[in-house]
Each structure stands twice: as structure tokens, then as C-alpha cells.
């Protein structure tokens, strides 16, 4: 499974942008398999999850940050999960990673980690201004 992030750039704070994340390859598995989130690295910081959308696209997950301002969604006939933010703010600046994994309980998707998605790709760069 090979993913590819685009649509970093330097926002105001306060703007918004949208991440895409397309998927190719799936290991012999259809994308539909598999649970994607996306998580952001601050520089010193460790790598911790946004936002996660199930399979099926039934289900999604919010870090705290994410709450209100970011909406996760999937278009299986384009293999591409999205990352809609809004309002952003300075601290939301990092570099943030398409991950993939195939989760086996609910509680990995309650609470995930890059240690179940072991699938990312290389990283797109959101910077914010004041």
C-alpha cells in the first residue's frame, strides 16, 4: 500500500485548508479494508493522531484539536481520504501523515496510534501564520 499526501501550505491563522491522501497498491486488500487517519509531527514533539475514518466510512475519530473545526471523509472510487480544516490555528502546524492499518478492535479505533497504522506516507507540510 502506497499513500501520497497532498495540499500543505502556509495559511493565515484562522483559514482553511484540505488535505488529500490517495492510496494505490493496498497489498493485495481493497481500499475499503482499510482504516485511515491522519496524525501530525510538531518539530520536538511526538507524532499523535488527528482524525481516523473506518473502513466503511461509517465510523470517525477526533483528537481533541480536531474537534469542531476538522471533518474526515472518504471517496472510495477515487481510493482518496480528505482532511478538512478550518479555523486554524498556529499550534495546528506540523507535518501531517496519511496512515493506513488494518484495525481489529474497536478499541484501536477509539484510541489510535501510529503502532496500528503501519502504513504512512512521506508527509505534507501545514505551516500557520499570525
Known amino acids: 500500500l502506497q499513500l501520497v499526501e497532498f495540499g500543505g501550505a502556509l495559511v493565515e491563522r484562522g483559514g482553511s485548508l484540505t488535505l488529500s491522501c490517495t492510496a494505490s497498491?493496498?497489498?493485495?486488500?481493497?481500499?475499503?479494508?482499510?482504516?485511515i487517519g491522519w496524525f501530525r509531527q510538531a518539530p520536538g514533539r511526538e507524532r499523535e493522531a488527528i482524525s481516523c475514518i473506518s473502513h466503511n466510512g461509517g465510523d470517525t475519530y477526533y483528537g481533541d484539536s480536531a474537534k469542531g473545526r476538522f471533518t474526515i471523509s472518504k471517496d472510495d472510487a477515487k481510493n482518496t481520504v480528505y482532511l478538512q480544516m478550518e479555523n486554524l490555528e498556529i499550534a495546528n502546524a506540523a507535518i501531517y501523515y496519511c496512515?493506513?492499518?488494518?484495525?481489529?478492535?474497536?478499541?484501536?479505533?477509539?484510541?489510535?496510534?501510529?503502532?496500528?497504522?503501519?502504513?504512512w506516507g512521506q508527509g505534507t507540510q501545514v505551516t500557520v501564520s499570525s
Open positions: 497498491g493496498f497489498d493485495g486488500l481493497g481500499f475499503d479494508a482499510w482504516t
Open positions: 496512515e493506513a492499518g488494518i484495525l481489529t478492535s474497536t478499541l484501536q479505533f477509539m484510541y489510535p496510534t501510529t503502532r496500528y497504522f503501519p502504513r
